[in-house]
């Protein structure tokens, strides 16, 4: 249940009183209908006002909102007319009944109705027809100017509605906000939702999985700073007072100024912990060793560079990888999903640590296999990172017991080593990993169990094993190039139109991204 409360004040409660119950600006308004209202205004619940056929009725309301206020001659700078939308997701819905105890809730809770020594507002709440999103929602207005003249005070009002959803989600079952509880996933906006709903990926979702990958592969804070500049990421930090120390970072995808004509696309820059509470510098210096003098020199270097600049060059990392590689980090994928298996659900430390490691590996084959085109595994990865998020708590901070520190190495694999059909070999190990900690979130949340269940089947057929003969291939030649290892073709058209190679094989994917 998420709520919208507009940025400014209205002044023109019979102005708000018609929109709502007008057709609305892309004609999306339909069915409204009173939920609940003041009692000063004498309405029925569940009254319905067409805007043209109850238009009398529907200005008569709007004098009404405003009519002791207008003789009273109070008029508050800044307005007087608060306005919060509340919605649910796509697919949940809530009766009348349900919605009017919510409406109820909030009111009492932001102190707008009489209570001892003050005098009550005057207020409404208006349900619509599902949005053009799909989400079902009611508008709850709300004339600041109390029957005696005085204002009410809308101070924290954000934090209060929030609380007030949160407690609903939980009265009624339903889907549960992230960024709550402490959990630390904060929402999308309204314009990150437009974009999701238009098939882009927000930023903030691309520059967080960019930074999970980085954090994990690094080696200490200086490797981390140089690793998500060279990923494309400008980043820059915040000082203590004395400058002697990074208490915190922001970045930004790099070069949006580039792409876009007369400077069109701006960069935007996202604290750590906007993009997740588990990216804050605090949480990310988790993965790394303690710091010496040494280390903490070379990262305080590394931070102070310009925002774009990864530093000087540096010889390139002598790892060699054979042809054991993939196979070798499939096995320590394999030994943390049986570690998870022994383990208690309640040592929640490990589960959500798992969960926070599992998340990165995603990201990075994500970024391997699906490149620009994010698909099933960049979903999957955005799901695993709100596993991660749990309640705060002291033992919620990460371990790396048993495998989970041997999860670097896999990472170092997954972003280096060349392109091979057994790639394919340790998704499926993260995807059985994935499902582990899909069941530890059951009791949970499991709602997102659920998501991730479904994630897990669309990665599933999109990437299954390699065949036997083209493993086979692989060994024989283990040099050769190696065709491109995206998701398997499932537009019959497609296949239709894609030529066919006597020397294909035709069980396994064929088009795609692969580096």
């Not at 930074?211 to 990421?233: I, K, P, Q, T």
């Not at 906007?274 to 990310?284: E, G, I």
């Not at 989970?404 to 990993?433: F, G, N, W, Y």
């Not at 990665?459 to 036997?468: D, E, K």
Request: charged content about 25%; hydrophobic content about 40%.
């Amino acid at each position: 249940m998420n709520n919208f409360i507009s940025a400014q004040r209205g002044s023109s409660p019979g102005g708000l009183v018609r929109y709502l119950f007008g057709p609305g600006s892309s004609r999306e308004h339909t069915d409204q209908r009173i939920i609940a209202a003041d009692v000063t205004l004498g309405l029925t619940e569940g009254t319905r006002l067409d805007h043209h056929a109850d238009a009398d009725a529907i200005y008569a309301l709007g004098r009404d909102m405003d009519s002791h206020r207008i003789l009273l001659g109070a008029a508050p700078p800044g307005g007087w007319v608060w306005h919060c939308a509340i919605s649910l997701p796509p697919g949940e819905v809530l009766a009348d009944a349900q919605w009017a105890e919510v409406t109820r809730t909030a009111i009492g809770r932001m102190g707008f109705e009489e209570a001892t020594g003050r005098a009550p507002c005057r207020w409404i709440a208006v349900h619509h027809g599902r949005s053009v999103g799909g989400n079902e929602h009611i508008h709850l207005m709300v004339n600041l100017v109390r029957e005696d003249g005085t204002l009410a005070s809308t101070w924290n009002d954000r934090r209060t509605m929030s609380r007030v959803c949160a407690d609903m989600e939980r009265r009624y079952g339903l889907a549960v906000v992230e960024g709550r509880a402490g959990r630390g996933m904060p929402g999308y906006s309204k314009a990150e939702h437009q974009r999701m709903r238009a098939g882009e990926v927000p930023e903030r979702q691309r520059i967080a999985r960019l930074v999970r990958s980085c954090a994990l592969v690094a080696g200490d804070e200086a490797e981390f700073v140089r690793r998500a500049r060279r990923s494309g990421l400008s980043v820059r930090p915040r000082f203590s007072a004395d400058r002697q120390e990074v208490v915190g970072y922001s970045v930004a995808l790099r070069g949006r100024e580039a792409d876009a004509p007369d400077g069109a696309a701006k960069q935007v820059w996202f604290g750590g912990g906007r993009l997740a509470a588990d990216l804050s510098l605090p949480r990310l210096r988790e993965y790394w060793p303690a710091p010496t003098a040494q280390s903490s020199a070379k990262a305080l270097a590394q931070w102070s560079r310009a925002a774009d600049v990864a530093g000087p060059k540096e010889a390139p990392e002598r790892v060699v990888y054979d042809s054991a590689v993939w196979r070798q980090a499939v096995a320590r994928v394999d030994a943390v999903t049986a570690q998870l298996g022994q383990s208690a659900p309640q040592d929640a430390a490990l589960w959500s640590s798992a969960a926070r490691h599992a998340a990165a590996l995603m990201a990075g084959l994500s970024t391997r296999l699906e490149g620009e085109s994010p698909g099933p595994i960049t979903a999957t990865a955005d799901l695993l990172a709100r596993a991660a998020q749990t309640p705060a708590h002291p033992d919620r901070r990460l371990v790396r017991r048993g495998g989970l520190a041997d999860l670097r190495k896999v990472a170092m694999v997954i972003r280096h080593a060349p392109t091979s059909p057994e790639m394919r070999l340790l998704l499926l190990a993260v995807v059985a990993l994935t499902h582990t900690i899909g069941l530890w979130q059951q009791a949970d949340r499991p709602r997102l169990a659920t998501e991730l269940d479904a994630g897990l089947t669309r990665v599933r057929a999109a990437y299954p094993p390699p065949s036997a003969r083209e493993l086979a291939a692989h060994l024989r030649s283990p040099n050769a190039p190696v065709p491109p290892i995206g998701p398997r073709v499932t537009d019959p058209a497609a296949q239709a139109r894609r030529p066919v190679r006597r020397d294909q094989d035709r069980g396994g994917p064929s088009r795609g991204r692969g580096r």
